[in-house]
Nanobody
Framework: QVQLVESGGGLVQTGGSLRLSCAASGRTFSSYDMSWFRQAPGKEREFVGTISRSGTSTYYAESVKVRFTISRDNAKNTVYLQMNSLKPEDTAVYYC????????????????????WGQGTQVTVSS
């Protein structure tokens, strides 16, 4: 069992930056691929990006590529989402998610492939 807790959301102006954190419980954090998803008001939840268990591989949605960076610190059981050049369309609740790589697919962009989810953190980008 893994519990995930996001933090770092807030209100930021267009062009600004935020760094989200997702702290995981348990001793097997390094066994999980970790991802970020987001859900804007009135829209379905969408994939943002993912990082492999070791942190050596990442993959991003086209809409955030170059602007967002995912990293992880397995010693701290934490994954991060650095968001730069934020736009109003980035406004959403951001969720982190964890999955054991079964089946061995990377990147996994579909929600159903994820075993554990955080409660989400709100990011609002003002224009």
């Amino acid at each position: 069992q893994v519990q995930l807790v996001e933090s770092g959301g807030g209100l930021v102006q267009t062009g600004g930056s935020l760094r989200l954190s997702c702290a995981a419980s348990g001793r097997t954090f390094s066994s999980y691929d970790m991802s970020w998803f987001r859900q804007a008001p009135g829209k379905e939840r969408e994939f943002v990006g993912t990082i492999s268990r070791s942190g050596t591989s990442t993959y991003y949605a086209e809409s955030v590529k170059v602007r967002f960076t995912i990293s992880r610190d397995n010693a701290k059981n934490t994954v991060y989402l650095q968001m730069n050049s934020l736009k109003p369309e980035d406004t959403a609740v951001y969720y982190c998610a964890a999955r054991m790589r079964a089946p061995p697919i990377f990147p996994a962009t579909a929600e159903y492939r994820y075993d554990y989810w955080g409660q989400g953190t709100q990011v609002t980008v003002s224009s």
